[in-house]
T-cell receptor, first 110, second 111 residues
Framework: QKEVEQDPGPLSVPEGAIVSLNCTYS??????FMWYRQYSRKGPELLMY????GNKEDGRFTAQVDKSSKYISLFIRDSQPSDSATYLC??????????FGAGTTVTVRA | SQTIHQWPATLVQPVGSPLSLECTVE??????LYWYRQAAGRGLQLLFY??????ISSEVPQNLSASRPQDRQFILSSKKLLLSDSGFYLC??????????FGQGTRLTVV
């Protein structure tokens, strides 16, 4: 079993819709949670970083962590065609290694 | 903020040839350094990580090796490439246990 599970999609939404992305993890020791955005043929770019449970908001992006259910979410409000990319969730604990989900491919249709 | 330089961006190599990919980091000192491989449509597979000069941990047994000759330099090598070594190789750095930042990657095709 992978430590972080993520539905690979693909997910297609119209412009302006809310994009909802989810991951689950199995390691209860995970304390650090991240979301990355990856455009085709580029390296992943850090979008959101959260420590422990709770919500974090940055512009149109909101990250949620529920440690009781081992659930990680990313919401993108007012989605734009430029948000079309693959989104990767990642988790870690105090051992220097990140565990990544497989990534969800999102297409925002103009 | 840190910047990760990786080169080359693309590489086509014949089976059995050697490989050397270099990664250098600017804007931070004593970073943790990582090599990941990403197969097409797949997630990131951690290959090696290093918490200091000369300290390398291997996650996946294979014909690849890594070295860290300087604090902000990380090298991925192979003596003889296999077809299965094709993929997108990413170098990343982090501080302590926090988020990692990635370079732009090298797309390796072994023919």
């Amino acid at each position: 079993q992978k430590e972080v599970e993520q539905d690979p999609g693909p997910l297609s939404v119209p412009e302006g819709a809310i994009v909802s992305l989810n991951c689950t993890y199995s390691n209860s020791a995970f304390q650090y949670f991240m979301w990355y955005r990856q455009y085709s043929r580029k390296g992943p770019e850090l979008l959101m970083y959260t420590y422990s449970s709770g919500n974090k908001e940055d512009g149109r992006f909101t990250a949620q962590v529920d440690k009781s259910s081992k659930y990680i979410s990313l919401f993108i409000r007012d989605s734009q065609p430029s948000d079309s990319a693959t989104y990767l969730c990642a988790s870690s604990h105090r051992d220097y290694k990140l565990s990544f989900g497989a990534g969800t491919t999102v297409t925002v249709r103009a | 903020s840190q910047t990760i330089h990786q080169w080359p961006a693309t590489l086509v190599q014949p089976v059995g040839s050697p490989l050397s990919l270099e990664c250098t980091v600017e804007g931070t000192s004593n970073p943790n350094l990582y090599w990941y491989r990403q197969a097409a449509g797949r997630g990131l597979q951690l290959l090696f990580y290093s918490i200091g000069i000369g300290q390398i941990s291997s996650e996946v047994p294979q014909n690849l090796s890594a070295s860290r000759p300087q604090d902000r330099q990380f090298i991925l090598s192979s003596k003889k490439l296999l077809l299965s070594d094709s993929g997108f190789y990413l170098c990343a750095c982090s501080r302590e246990y926090t988020e990692a930042f990635f370079g732009q990657g090298t797309r390796l095709t072994v023919v």
